[in-house]
């Protein structure tokens, strides 16, 4: 039984991919790869703003540790965060809290880890809603997800400014009549947020949403980059950014692994309102996915690889 729900996952994962890949397949068929190539490029140009967002997020995740108190080199710090990419798909991006198995010979505990993960993502939520507003005028039926996604972020930030954490952290931790395994995940999430009310300060807030707005901004501009391999479209820089934020953020809100089809579907069909055929539409979204969500994942399993191999043979 425990083999069956082990393969489940990934194997529902897969007939998905399967079922999105026929239901293309027509379109598929008039893909031609010879703009990627002749624009090779505008893919290492997409490449390297990829590159520079994982950058920026690197250097937000350390100033988050710094403020809860937890001293890890830099070089050490930047390998377990790219490691957690390996499970970027996964839904809502949860698997990356992985991560804090590697923080642990530090003495971080899973709570500050899962808390500074949390505020994050509800970062990059604020951030990805900003830069979709450049879009969003142009395709109102999008505005509504939108103005609920930020409704939501405002509800969040209430919620965990107001509540005392720690003081539910204790009670949940002692609620005997709670089943064991409800207890302690519901005390291990109040744990988290108590961390993550911790850098709740203007600070914190401000500069974790700036970082967050150049590091996707950057990544939306490698996205007009490949966009730009079909002149003929004139697809704008703004628009670019817009419809790759849209994407982004309505393929998170769907809590598929990696937002894996919607994120692809929002993608083609806004480039095509720009004047995009469905084929070329289709290539330059399926580039887009390489140089960020998959080169991401490649990155994070060669991130575990080297902690493994050299950093910290330890951890096994």
Excluded at 13 to 30: E, I, M, N, T
Excluded at 172 to 180: G, H, I, V, Y
Aim: hydrophobic share 60%; aromatic share 10%.
């Amino acid at each position: 039984m425990q083999s069956f729900a082990r393969y489940l996952f990934p194997t529902l994962v897969g007939v998905f991919a399967l079922a999105c890949l026929y239901g293309l397949r027509g379109d598929l068929a008039l893909l031609s790869f010879g703009p990627l190539v002749r624009s090779w490029d505008l893919v290492v140009l997409a490449t390297l703003c990829s590159l520079g967002n994982y950058t920026l997020r690197i250097v937000r995740w350390q100033r988050y540790l710094t403020r809860l108190g937890c001293a890890v080199p830099l070089g050490f710090s930047s390998l377990a965060y790219i490691a957690g990419f390996a499970f970027t798909v996964s839904p809502g991006k949860v698997g990356e809290v992985a991560r804090a198995r590697y923080y642990a010979r530090f003495g971080i505990a899973l709570p500050d880890v899962a808390g500074a993960f949390f505020l994050e993502r509800l970062m990059d939520l604020v951030a990805m809603m900003v830069l979709a507003a450049l879009i969003t005028a142009a395709v109102p039926h999008y505005q509504f997800a939108m103005s609920c996604a930020g409704a939501a972020t405002l509800l969040i930030l209430a919620v965990m400014a107001l509540l005392p954490w720690p003081t539910l952290a204790q009670r949940l931790s002692a609620a005997s009549q709670l089943p064991r395994a409800v207890q302690q995940i519901a005390a291990a999430a109040a744990q988290a947020l108590a961390a993550a009310r911790s850098l709740l300060s203007p600070g914190a807030l401000l500069g974790g949403f700036a970082l967050g707005l150049a590091a996707w901004g950057l990544e939306g501009l490698g996205f007009f980059a490949l966009g730009s391999i079909y002149p003929a479209a004139h697809l704008s820089a703004l628009t670019g950014v817009g419809i790759y934020a849209v994407a982004v953020l309505l393929g998170a809100l769907s809590f598929l692994p990696g937002g894996l089809g919607s994120t692809e579907a929002v993608m083609t069909a806004l480039l095509t309102t720009q004047g995009f055929s469905v084929a070329d539409a289709l290539l330059v979204t399926i580039a887009c996915r390489l140089v960020t969500l998959w080169l991401a994942v490649a990155l994070g399993w060669a991130a575990i690889w080297a902690l493994r191999q050299r950093l910290v043979p330890a951890v096994p």
